[in-house]
């Protein structure tokens, strides 16, 4: 009774299509999980996400979970996820993510799983960071060591949607800086997004990462502009 009158007053709706979910549906309805664009490039050694970064920085592996495309389903699940406080999207994602990499040879030794970092201002404004729940469930998944205390975003920036390849980059150089390096020396490190658009985030955060010694970085994400 407590349950109907719950679902009742609070229904809860899929995060991908805002319809009521069934009884035995959590988070993302049926349809929408059957309509996921998954890119499965961990399985088939594809090389899209990395050519991302060739000639700008060295990336050993890298992959993300879904495509992205204006108006479609990923789109709405990432607005959700970052600016509607649906920190579970984030765990789903990375609880998803992290059973297939397990699976896959190239991701076996990561040592360390690193989210982007927010800077501390838009971490105070809306209240967590999210890539935080999804790099979490990525380390529990791959039994590596989750931190969070060693990429520090040191400037706050604009929203990077809407600006040209060259602004991108311009507006993340030296954004980001290092901390505790000793922790992450000689240990292969996964870098962790929501979203891959022209790689310049994930290009300054990876070169940053770089200044420790002996590291090897990769990549995950949620989603791929392509």
Known sequence: MIKNLLNLFFPKVCYGCNYLLSDNERHICTSCRHRLPL????????????????????????????????????????????YRGHETIGKVLGGWLGTELKQCKPYEDVDV?????????????????????????????????????????????????????????????????????NKIRGKHILLVDDIITTGATIESCAAMLQKAKDVKISVASMAIAE
């Not at 990077?160 to 311009?170: D, L």
């Open 113 to 181: 799983v690193i989210p982007v970092p927010l800077h501390k201002t838009k971490l105070r404004k809306r209240g967590y960071n999210q890539v935080s729940s999804f790099a979490k469930e990525i380390a529990t998944a791959l039994n590596s060591d989750y931190m969070d205390d060693v990429l520090v975003k040191r400037k706050s920036t604009s929203t990077q949607v809407f600006k040209k390849r060259w602004a991108r980059w311009a507006s993340t150089d030296t954004v980001f800086t290092i901390e505790n390096s």
């Open 39 to 82: 890119t499965n490039y961990h399985y088939e050694d594809d090389k899209t996400v990395e050519k991302v970064f060739y000639g700008r920085v060295k990336i050993e592996n890298a992959t993300a979970l879904l495509r992205f495309q204006k108006k479609g389903i990923v789109q709405q699940l990432l607005h959700n996820l970052k």
